[in-house]
């Protein structure tokens, strides 16, 4: 079992910066991946960015290239979000995933991952 807090959501203007946390606790061990989504209201839940645990490789959506950043924190066994330059599309409930499973690839499919955390959410005002 693998359980994930997300942290640092909240209220930002357009333009401007948030960073997000995930903090893992249990069997990390077993741990792949590490992702990012979010789903906006009536839409779908969409991938973000993703981490490979083992090897260090980062994944993005076209949508966040160049604005977000994933990084993980291996003591901490954290994972952050570093989002820049948000705009009102950026708004959403942002959700932090782990997989136990090897897929390779990108790991940017929700089906990838047997873990998810609450959820925090991200509002940018325009």
């Known amino acids: 079992q693998v359980q994930l807090v997300e942290s640092g959501g909240g209220l930002v203007q357009a333009g401007g910066s948030l960073r997000l946390s995930c903090a893992a606790s249990?069997?990390?061990?077993?741990?792949?991946?590490m992702g990012w989504f979010r789903q906006a209201p009536g839409k779908e839940r969409e991938f973000v960015a993703a981490?490979?645990?083992?090897?260090?490789?980062?994944y993005y959506a076209d949508s966040v290239k160049g604005r977000f950043t994933i990084s993980r924190d291996n003591a901490k066994n954290t994972v952050y979000l570093q989002m820049k330059s948000l705009n009102a599309e950026d708004t959403a409930v942002y959700y932090c995933?782990?997989?136990?499973?090897?897929?390779?690839?990108?790991?940017?499919?929700?089906?990838?991952?047997?873990?998810w955390g609450q959820g925090t959410q991200v509002t940018v005002s325009s």
């Open positions: 995933a782990a997989g136990v499973k090897y897929y390779g690839g990108s790991y940017s499919r929700p089906y990838q991952y047997d873990y």
């Open positions: 249990g069997s990390i061990f077993s741990m792949f991946a």
């Open positions: 981490n490979s645990w083992s090897g260090g490789s980062t």
